[in-house]
């Protein structure tokens, strides 16, 4: 099975700031990747497919660059409606798996 | 708009059986491949199965093969996930979910239900 080592765990920022996250496979990937954002109590919501598309009336202020093994997700200025967990998932011939998770706060 | 809304969660023994069910609208169902992602109580997620507009490929996580079977009916508009030999392990919520394409190998998942929950102990 491909394993998705997401990094950070946890993130605390300031409204305003540009949010990183990143996402390793254990194999490649080429650009299978896609990243949801989960807010308390509600389903998750897909934000960035195929590594870099950003999903119809998602705000631009989210991005998503990578391919291969390394992927990242960006968010270039922090909003208060931005706290979330973020999750990263890769789809390989249905063998499916998500990262642990990124759980983002304001500071 | 599009909408899938779960159903068939709740308590049962380990080792019984449970049958989930997902009915969608707001689209043409049998366009698209349709999956379920489970959520265990304050952890991540995790994909459990998914199957493809014409049921011809059919994916199971390692940690239900063989204990449980997708399956869907395009004139019913529903999806469903049967689940035998229930485990404490199997806990979580359950979310149907929909695929961004009709290949079940494209898991590009754009909407979610809101999920049922299934809670299995003594």
């Known amino acids: 099975d491909i394993q998705m080592t997401q990094s950070p765990s946890s993130l605390s920022a300031s409204v305003g700031d540009r949010v990183t996250i990143t996402c390793q496979a254990s194999q490649d990937i080429s650009n299978y990747l896609n990243w949801y954002q989960q807010k308390p109590g509600k389903a998750p919501k897909l934000l960035i497919y195929?590594?870099?598309n950003l999903e119809t009336g998602v705000p631009s202020r989210f991005s998503g660059s990578g391919s291969g093994t390394d992927f990242t997700f960006t968010i270039s200025s922090l909003q208060p409606e931005d706290i979330a967990t973020y999750y990263c998932?890769?789809?390989?011939?249905?063998?499916?798996?998500f990262g642990q998770g990124t759980r983002l706060e304001i500071k | 708009e599009v909408q899938l809304v779960e159903s068939g969660g709740g308590l049962v023994q380990p080792g019984r059986s449970l049958r989930l069910s997902c009915a969608a609208s707001?689209?043409?169902?049998?366009?698209?491949?349709m999956h379920w992602v489970r959520q265990a109580p304050g952890k991540g997620l995790e994909w459990v199965s998914g199957i493809s507009w014409n049921s011809g490929s059919i994916g199971y996580a390692d940690s239900v093969k063989g204990r449980f079977t997708i399956s869907r009916d395009n004139a019913k508009n529903s999806l469903y996930l049967q689940m035998n030999s229930l485990r404490a392990e199997d806990t979580a919520l359950y979310y149907c979910?929909?695929?961004?394409?009709?290949?079940?190998?494209?898991?590009?998942?754009?909407?979610w239900g809101q999920g049922t929950l299934v809670t299995v102990s003594s």
């Open positions: 195929d590594a870099s």
């Open positions: 998932q890769q789809y390989d011939n249905l063998q499916i798996t």
């Open positions: 707001g689209f043409t169902f049998d366009d698209y491949a």
């Open positions: 979910a929909k695929a961004k394409a009709v290949a079940g190998t494209i898991a590009i998942f754009d909407y």
